[in-house]
């Protein structure tokens, strides 16, 4: 016996470990979903276009830099303004002036004397000299200064603050000194500063025509304009971008883009800062989750196969939310456009709210509102409000859904709160009598269309999944049409009046101690299917003809009797499975004897064996169980006794009600049935007070007509 301990032990250890290890890979799972949801973010722009008027203002939402098209404009402009009149001599006039020198020389040979330059010579500088006049630019101080600052070539401009464009005009005499000084500095030649003075001396006296060259004067313009960087201007987080119904410029499309590249550098996907925050924030969520569901909802928690089904629908909820974006942001399809009020939550608050409980479905929507609002590219103030609204509407008229088809009507319903909060913003925006409206409410309907049949899709699946019953599916097994009813109600008419009744002490039983009465009423249907293949053999079925009824059980031995009685168990349970009823069908048709004594049969054995209990094998008499699981199981096993007792009575008062419900209640607890399920002595009370309510209510006492009137007396 000690042996047998220490193994139980050992394996409840281990099934903890196994247990604690599949939590942990759960959480790990999610952990990654939740990192990954958060870190491969878009960050939230407006789509404009120039021209139009912004329908609502537009705000920074990190410090940026961007580069001004305007200010680049001005500044390249107030360059360009330094960049004065620049001036130069036409080629024909400087030829026609050295023609006019050579003949000169030609005609007065007098400048030979005291010379010994030749002729050619004085050709050679005077060729020197026009090429400097064909190349000279005249302008003033602060244009040789600003090309300078473009560090290109300037040695060809020459600084005058007297000389303009017009006819004949000398030269001014610091030119000329100029000119002699880039002369005598050249190497290439011999150089002779009498000559070159003679020469000077000559052109100095001449009269030139002076002309605007505008083609230099571009030229420096343009190269101004390539050597000026481009102006950036700087913006602070919470800066206004854009008025409302202002006109959108170029540069207001440039300062949202370069907002979003700078969100976008900021926020590196593959940056490790960002990756640890990421994930450190996943990390605390699921910590603070996970304690709130350990404190609040400890069964929950502690099932691999809940923790599994949210981690499911959370992903399923990312996944939708992740595409819908995507989708949505696309350029090329411009729907940022018509969709500024995108409804999510409700998909995820429904599938909780239905497959798992309320409470997870409201404490999961704080939390998810939170957690996407953060990471979301829309306007995380519409987003906020219309999803928690929504959310909350969902978990209010979820409660009444009993058929598929009812979810459309729910998110009918859910549609209408949209609405009233798109015409509230709109009409705060003063856009309420426009098309936007319209777009607007056209846009939620056609998205709450699409989380209703996403609903329809995955709710019957996960279903399937985690073989969970919905109020959904067990009122599918209430048609009366379903094949294993209407055998039962023909085959066995006794066992389904029977299932009936029971399924309605159980249902009101069962509600008041907030278990699952629906589940209680449904299952009871199917509770004794197992009695079809032997129908005859059940007390019920043998009564109905009253004026010949006969106990089969009186050709059987006691023992002949309990096993044809324990038989409808596990035959209930084959047709079950045969039918492909869910697994919680089978579990309560296999607990709802637990493991109880037949104990008509037992005792008829015992008298039969003189009261020695030792000559009685007392399993034989036994249900094989096992004892009830669950609170519903439990109180379809009492309901089910006591409603089968209580047919025999020939009182109905409340006071023999009451004493045979107690009695039937006591021994089911001196029996260890309820040993196995969570059932309280305070809800095991509350049970015995309701059993005692409803079969005072089904054993009425009927009033007793006169005579006169019994004729005439349809009751």
């Known amino acids: 016996m000690a042996k047998q301990t220490n193994h139980l032990h050992i394996k409840k250890i281990f099934t903890k470990h196994n247990m604690l290890g599949a939590r942990l890979i759960i959480g790990l799972i999610f952990t990654i979903i939740l990192t990954l949801f958060i870190h491969f973010r878009e960050p939230y722009t407006e789509s404009l276009t120039v021209g139009n008027i912004s329908k609502k203002p537009i705000f920074a939402k990190i410090d940026f830099k961007f580069a001004d098209p305007s200010a680049t404009a001005i500044i390249k402009y107030e360059a360009q303004r330094d960049i004065g009149n620049i001036y130069k001599i036409e080629q024909s006039d400087i030829e026609h002036v050295t023609n006019k020198f050579e003949n000169y020389l030609v005609n007065h040979p007098n400048w030979r004397k005291g010379n010994d330059i030749t002729f050619e010579e004085m050709y050679g500088h005077l060729k020197s000299i026009t090429k400097l006049?064909?190349?000279?630019?005249?302008?003033?101080?602060?244009?040789?200064?600003?090309?300078?600052?473009?560090?290109?070539?300037?040695?060809?401009?020459?600084?005058?603050?007297?000389?303009?464009?017009?006819?004949?005009?000398?030269?001014?005499?610091?030119?000329?000194?100029?000119?002699?000084?880039?002369?005598?500095?050249?190497?290439?030649?011999?150089?002779?500063?009498?000559?070159?003075?003679?020469?000077?001396?000559?052109?100095?006296?001449?009269?030139?025509?002076?002309?605007?060259?505008?083609?230099?004067?571009?030229?420096?313009?343009?190269?101004?304009?390539?050597?000026?960087?481009?102006?950036?201007?700087?913006?602070?987080?919470?800066?206004?971008?854009?008025?409302?119904?202002?006109?959108?410029?170029?540069?207001?499309?440039?300062?949202?883009?370069?907002?979003?590249?700078?969100?976008?550098?900021?926020?590196?996907?593959?940056?490790?800062?960002?990756?640890?925050?990421?994930?450190?924030?996943?990390?605390?969520?699921?910590?603070?989750?996970?304690?709130?569901?350990?404190?609040?909802?400890?069964?929950?928690?502690?099932?691999?196969?809940?923790?599994?089904?949210?981690?499911?629908?959370?992903?399923?909820?990312?996944?939708?939310?992740?595409?819908?974006?995507?989708?949505?942001?696309?350029?090329?399809?411009?729907?940022?456009?018509?969709?500024?009020?995108?409804?999510?939550?409700?998909?995820?608050?429904?599938?909780?709210?239905?497959?798992?409980?309320?409470?997870?479905?409201?404490?999961?929507?704080?939390?998810?509102?939170?957690?996407?609002?953060?990471?979301?590219?829309?306007?995380?103030?519409?987003?906020?409000?219309?999803?928690?609204?929504?959310?909350?509407?969902?978990?209010?008229?979820?409660?009444?859904?009993?058929?598929?088809?009812?979810?459309?009507?729910?998110?009918?319903?859910?549609?209408?709160?949209?609405?009233?909060?798109?015409?509230?913003?709109?009409?705060?925006?003063?856009?309420?009598?426009?098309?936007?409206?319209?777009?607007?409410?056209?846009?939620?309907?056609?998205?709450?269309?699409?989380?209703?049949?996403?609903?329809?899709?995955?709710?019957?699946?996960?279903?399937?999944?985690?073989?969970?019953?919905?109020?959904?599916?067990?009122?599918?097994?209430?048609?009366?049409?379903?094949?294993?009813?209407?055998?039962?109600?023909?085959?066995?008419?006794?066992?389904?009046?029977?299932?009936?009744?029971?399924?309605?002490?159980?249902?009101?039983?069962?509600?008041?101690?907030?278990?699952?009465?629906?589940?209680?009423?449904?299952?009871?249907?199917?509770?004794?299917?197992?009695?079809?293949?032997?129908?005859?053999?059940?007390?019920?079925?043998?009564?109905?003809?009253?004026?010949?009824p006969f106990n089969i059980h009186l050709l059987l031995t006691s023992a002949e009797s309990a096993y044809i009685i324990k038989s409808h168990i596990p035959d209930g349970v084959a047709l079950a499975k045969q039918y492909k009823l869910p697994r919680q069908f089978i579990d309560i048709i296999m607990q709802h004897h637990g493991t109880t004594l037949i104990k008509y049969f037992y005792l008829k054995q015992l008298e039969e064996v003189s009261g020695n209990v030792k000559n009685i094998n007392e399993n034989t008499f036994r249900y094989a169980g096992p004892k009830p699981q669950t609170k519903e199981a439990a109180i379809i096993m009492l309901s089910d006794s006591i409603e089968a007792a209580s047919r025999s009575l020939e009182d109905n008062s409340e006071a023999s009600i009451r004493a045979l419900v107690e009695k039937i209640s006591y021994d089911k607890v001196n029996d260890g049935q309820f040993n196995e399920c969570n059932l309280t002595f305070k809800e095991l009370t509350i049970i015995k007070n309701k059993l005692v309510e409803m079969l005072m209510a089904t054993h009425h006492l009927r009033i007793k007509y006169p005579e006169s009137l019994k004729d005439n007396t349809n009751s």
């Open 133 to 548: 006049l064909i190349d000279a630019k005249f302008t003033d101080v602060r244009t040789v200064k600003k090309t300078n600052e473009l560090k290109t070539p300037q040695d060809n401009f020459y600084t005058s603050y007297n000389i303009d464009g017009g006819n004949f005009k000398k030269l001014p005499n610091n030119f000329w000194e100029e000119v002699k000084k880039k002369l005598t500095k050249k190497n290439n030649i011999n150089i002779n500063e009498h000559t070159i003075e003679f020469i000077i001396n000559y052109l100095q006296e001449c009269k030139w025509n002076i002309y605007n060259d505008i083609d230099e004067q571009l030229l420096h313009k343009r190269l101004i304009e390539k050597e000026i960087p481009e102006k950036f201007t700087h913006v602070k987080a919470g800066d206004l971008l854009l008025k409302y119904q202002e006109k959108i410029t170029d540069r207001h499309i440039v300062m949202v883009n370069a907002m979003k590249k700078e969100f976008r550098n900021a926020n590196d996907l593959w940056s490790l800062h960002l990756i640890i925050g990421s994930i450190f924030f996943s990390i605390i969520t699921v910590i603070l989750g996970s304690l709130y569901f350990y404190i609040q909802h400890r069964e929950f928690f502690i099932s691999a196969k809940n923790l599994t089904l949210y981690t499911i629908i959370i992903s399923l909820l990312f996944i939708f939310i992740k595409l819908s974006e995507f989708t949505i942001l696309l350029p090329a399809l411009g729907l940022i456009e018509f969709i500024k009020y995108p409804v999510f939550l409700p998909f995820a608050t429904i599938l909780l709210y239905i497959l798992i409980n309320e409470e997870i479905a409201l404490f999961s929507t704080f939390i998810l509102t939170i957690i996407i609002g953060t990471t979301f590219a829309f306007n995380i103030k519409y987003y906020m409000i219309i999803n928690m609204i929504t959310s909350i509407i969902a978990i209010v008229v979820s409660k009444k859904i009993k058929k598929r088809k009812e979810i459309f009507f729910v998110n009918g319903k859910i549609l209408i709160s949209t609405f009233i909060v798109i015409i509230g913003y709109n009409f705060i925006d003063y856009k309420l009598f426009s098309m936007n409206t319209l777009i607007d409410l056209s846009a939620a309907t056609i998205n709450l269309l699409i989380i209703s049949i996403l609903l329809i899709i995955f709710l019957p699946i996960l279903e399937s999944m985690f073989s969970i019953i919905t109020d959904m599916t067990l009122m599918e097994y209430t048609d009366p049409t379903n094949e294993l009813l209407r055998r039962l109600s023909i085959e066995a008419p006794g066992t389904y009046q029977h299932s009936l009744s029971i399924g309605h002490i159980s249902e009101g039983v069962a509600n008041s101690i907030g278990a699952n009465g629906f589940f209680c009423r449904v299952t009871t249907l199917y509770h004794d299917i197992g009695k079809l293949n032997t129908p005859q053999y059940y007390t019920e079925n043998q009564m109905l003809n009253q004026s010949k």
